[in-house]
């Protein structure tokens, strides 16, 4: 049973161009959002969270907004660029200290 | 500063052999977590432990795996006998953690597993 879910396998955005990355959770005790960046023969690193607290959380080009009430939350790159070309993970945690990974979006950024 | 180190990083072998992955996490941090990269599942967590101890291990798919925290500076993953679904790339990962989760994960660059 996948508690993350990320629908989206692969996305294809232009350089300069906005892209939306999606992310869907089951587990109402989540309380705690983070994306991770992966690139290929790399471990994943951490880019931005957000406290269930919030609903937007805003670090440079990256922005994160959590919907509670429809278990959603969404990663905005504007503008892109060639170089977030790569593996986006989704991951939440609740009352436990361990982090659940949706699937994973592939995202490549054209010039 | 050194991150999280795994060896080996790539192993190729056959069914029915054994199998031992490990991990050195970043000094300081007293949470560790084993996660299991494959396609149709992303990043499954296997096992994690904190302050060497094992905390959740609902994550192992089978007695054929089982892992270890000697001490606070290293970690096995051990699969015996290994199989070909077993093929997937294994992270380890660390953090510094106390009750919830505040601290993000730091992971090694993985350790790529072919079971033949």
């Known amino acids: 049973d996948q508690q993350v879910k990320q629908n989206s396998p692969s996305l294809s955005v232009q350089e300069g161009r906005i892209s939306i990355l999606n992310c869907d959770y089951t587990n109402s005790m989540f309380d705690y959002f983070l994306w991770y960046k992966k690139y290929p023969a790399e471990g994943p690193t951490f880019l931005i969270s957000?406290?269930?607290?919030?609903d937007k959380n805003e670090d440079g080009r990256f922005t994160v907004f959590l919907n509670k009430s429809a278990k959603h939350l969404s990663l905005h790159i504007v503008p892109s660029q060639p170089g977030d070309s790569a593996v986006y993970f989704c991951a939440a945690s609740g009352d436990t200290d361990k982090l659940i990974f949706g699937t994973g979006t592939r995202l490549q950024v054209f010039p | 500063d050194a991150g999280v180190i795994q060896s080996p990083r790539h192993e190729v072998t056959e069914m029915g052999q054994e199998v031992t992955l490990r991990c050195k996490p970043i000094s300081g941090h007293n949470s560790l977590f084993w996660y299991r990269q494959t396609m149709m599942r992303g990043l499954e967590l296997l096992i994690y432990?904190?302050?060497?101890?094992?905390?959740?291990d609902s994550g192992m798919p089978e007695d054929r795996f089982s892992a270890k925290m000697p001490n606070a500076s290293f970690s096995t993953l051990k699969i015996q006998p290994s199989e070909p679904r077993d093929s997937a790339v294994y992270f380890c990962?660390?953090?510094?953690?106390?009750?919830?989760?505040?601290?993000?994960?730091?992971f090694g660059e993985g350790s790529r597993l072919t079971v033949l």
């Open positions: 432990f904190n302050n060497n101890v094992p905390i959740d």
């Open positions: 990962a660390s953090s510094l953690q106390g009750g919830s989760l505040s601290g993000e994960l730091f």
């Open positions: 957000i406290s269930s607290i919030k």
